[in-house]
């Protein structure tokens, strides 16, 4: 009797030390399955909000800075040894500094001519909108690699056309918090409106980034 008893008790203490060791699988694997949930979905939150701040980069604040020749907010947007490639590498300049300077004293030797009195636009001024599109984008932390077509359209004398297009290819990195650029080379991939007249100033070489 007291050892069918034992066995009994024995039995029922087995059984609860599995029931109990099932709970805590149980409750661990639950709770790790939730804390992995959680990584993940911080993980895409921050995917989707780096890529709005890139996007915010390369499609709204620098071709906005480019169109109204702010080179002061055009260079900031270039990391601190941020470099800028142009003409198949024939000018190259590196960090914010150095890219505000080239464009600034490049800017002082135009001089657009002046729109017929017909045309809205300021006389003395030109005027160009960058469109920006086709983005293709990989993020890989602080880091991130892009492709994206570009094209410039210029007005001249109320008459405006297509100056140029082509592509960028770009390496990002996260500065101090915000998406700069570490690289950015630019390829004019289709040719420039025919060329004008000996007696029309060109368009000034920012037309074409």
Not at 19 to 42: C, N, P, R
Request: aromatic share 10%; hydrophobic share 40%.
């Amino acid at each position: 009797m007291n050892c069918q008893t034992n066995q009994r008790g024995v039995g029922k203490f087995a059984a609860m030390i599995g029931f109990a060791a099932l709970f805590i699988g149980v409750t661990a694997g639950s709770t790790f399955g939730q804390a992995k949930s959680a990584d993940s979905l911080e993980a895409r939150l921050r995917q989707v909000e780096d890529r709005q701040a890139i996007e915010q980069l390369l499609m709204g604040d620098y071709p906005r800075a480019l169109d109204a020749f702010n080179w002061k907010a055009y260079a900031a947007l270039f990391a601190k040894d941020g470099t800028l490639i142009m003409g198949g590498g024939a000018t190259k300049k590196t960090g914010p500094a150095a890219i505000e300077e080239y464009f600034t004293n490049l800017m002082r030797q135009f001089q657009a001519p002046a729109p017929s009195s017909a045309c809205p636009a300021t006389p003395g001024v030109p005027r160009f909108m960058h469109i920006v599109s086709n983005l293709s984008l990989h993020i890989d932390g602080d880091t991130a690699t892009d492709q994206a077509y570009w094209q410039t359209i210029g007005t001249t004398d109320c008459k405006s056309v297509v100056e140029g297009a082509g592509h960028y290819e770009d390496v990002l990195k996260r500065e101090d918090g915000r998406w700069k650029f570490l690289k950015r080379e630019i390829f004019d991939d289709l040719p420039p409106r025919a060329a004008a007249s000996s007696s029309t100033t060109p368009a000034p070489p920012a037309s074409k980034q």
